[in-house]
């Protein structure tokens, strides 16, 4: 009776934690693929003419409280842009970004991995000051995958592994 009992346990256990793993997401369009925690939704969206993935968090108070957004598209190289001249443009403060406090580029796979904070007015004059995961992959010469995990600097260490999730495992398939 008592190895039944530790049978279904384990059984129930294992189920509980399989159904808390993160999804992974392909999407058929750009070929894009990524992990997605679980109750995080992905929704594609046009920015500035460009297709992008928009993933969305499943609580309100993760959208409005923390304010995260989480922004995954490709765009084509500016005329010299390479990773390497990015990496220096974020390791020096502009505007109101910050100095990047974490740079790392990767020449050998091509991906460029930064943090950095940066501020902005919200309504009522309230500055916000907002941290940033942004991670590049060159896709080719000409391309560039780009995902932008970001939410409120106050709130980001509680979701930091979600959007890490996200962010850190985009990748484009062979199309």
Not at 27 to 40: C, E, R, Y
Not at 48 to 58: D, E, K, S, T, Y
Not at 73 to 101: C, F, I, V
Not at 120 to 145: A, G, P
């Amino acid at each position: 009776m008592s190895a039944i009992f530790r049978f279904i346990t384990v059984l129930a256990l294992a189920l509980a934690a399989a159904s808390a793993w993160a999804a992974s997401y392909n999407d058929p369009v750009s070929k894009i693929h990524f992990t997605v925690p679980p109750g995080w939704k992905v929704r594609p969206a046009t920015m500035n003419g460009a297709r992008m993935l928009r993933v969305i968090p499943p609580k309100a108070d993760q959208r409005e409280r923390a304010a995260i957004e989480v922004q995954i598209g490709l765009r084509k190289l500016a005329r010299k842009e390479t990773l390497a001249k990015l990496a220096a443009q974020l390791r020096s403060e502009d505007g109101d970004r910050e100095a990047a406090n974490f740079v790392r580029l990767n020449q050998k796979t091509g991906r460029l991995v930064t943090e950095y904070r940066d501020g902005r007015f919200v309504s009522n004059r309230l500055w916000i000051v907002r941290h940033n995961l942004h991670v590049m992959q060159l896709v080719d010469k000409s391309r560039l995958l780009e995902a932008r995990c970001t939410a409120n600097a106050s709130e980001f260490r509680t979701y930091r592994r979600q959007m890490e999730a996200i962010c850190l495992s985009v990748a484009v398939g062979k199309k």
